[in-house]
């Protein structure tokens, strides 16, 4: 508690605490691979074990080590189909069985905690069953442990992980019951249990099997202010 962590665009990562009534930066030096990886932060995420992992756009992850105040990188090696898919991080989700996913432009990757790498899932047009796009926004878990994955051109994703299948829903605009843009920023539950869904044009909520589109509408005060919609937050009422 107390401990704040700041993602900087250049200026890396920026720690503010509480407790130890202390401000440190961590940046990249490009003398130390132990450093913190170069590039915008795009993505902190604390795992339940208290690990602090840090994306950058183009620079892979890095896990951070308190202990000796250094930081793991992980980045792509084409010679290695175990090593992070793309290192243009895009965002981190950890799931309920503690799984850290980390979202990429090239991809899935599933953090193995005991071999230390990456289970990936690559884009491919030939599976109808696939995964559609390789660049990858999002991530949210539902009830029965399996994920939505919104994507940078082929809309939703739903990830049944006990088939390893992708279910597809991609917008048409002649059908208004689908969503709404196929650029998918974020996605949340609210305390109904229904799925919104924010995209590059208007927000959406999942329910009942179809989409309800929410647009600006100049001619009503009470419609959404616009239509790009970047991230969602519930608060207490629900």
């Keep these: 508690a107390g401990e704040l962590w700041i993602g900087t665009n250049g200026g890396g990562v920026n720690h503010m605490s509480k407790v130890r009534k202390s401000y440190t930066v961590y940046a990249h030096n ?14 902190i995420l604390e795992d339940h074990a208290g690990n602090l992992w840090v994306g950058a756009y183009n620079g892979g992850i890095a896990r951070y080590d308190e202990k ?51 289970d990936n899932i690559y884009a491919n047009a030939n599976n109808p069953n696939g995964l559609a796009d390789s660049i990858v926004y999002c991530m949210l878990e539902d009830e029965k ?36 843009d196929n650029l998918i920023y974020h996605l949340l539950y609210d305390a109904r249990g229904r799925l919104w869904v924010a995209t590059n044009n208007g927000l959406n909520r999942y329910e009942n099997g179809r989409f309800y589109r ?22 207490s009422s629900g």
């Design 68 to 118: 000796t105040g250094r930081f793991i990188r992980y980045v792509n090696d084409p010679d290695n189909p175990r090593s992070l898919a793309g290192n243009i991080i895009n965002y981190m989700y950890e799931d309920s069985r503690n799984s850290l996913w980390v979202l990429s432009n090239s991809g899935l990757s599933r953090y193995n905690q005991v071999t230390d790498d990456f």
């Design 30 to 43: 490009p003398k130390d691979p132990q450093s913190l990886p170069a590039g915008k932060i795009t993505a």
């Design 214 to 235: 929410y647009f600006h509408d100049p001619d009503n005060l009470k419609s959404i202010s616009g239509n790009t919609i970047r991230t969602l937050f519930l608060d």
């Design 145 to 180: 442990s399996n994920l939505w994955i919104g994507t940078y051109t082929a809309g939703l994703e739903y990830y049944d992980r006990s088939t390893g299948r992708f279910t597809h829903f991609t917008s048409d605009p002649g059908n208004p019951e689908t969503v709404s």
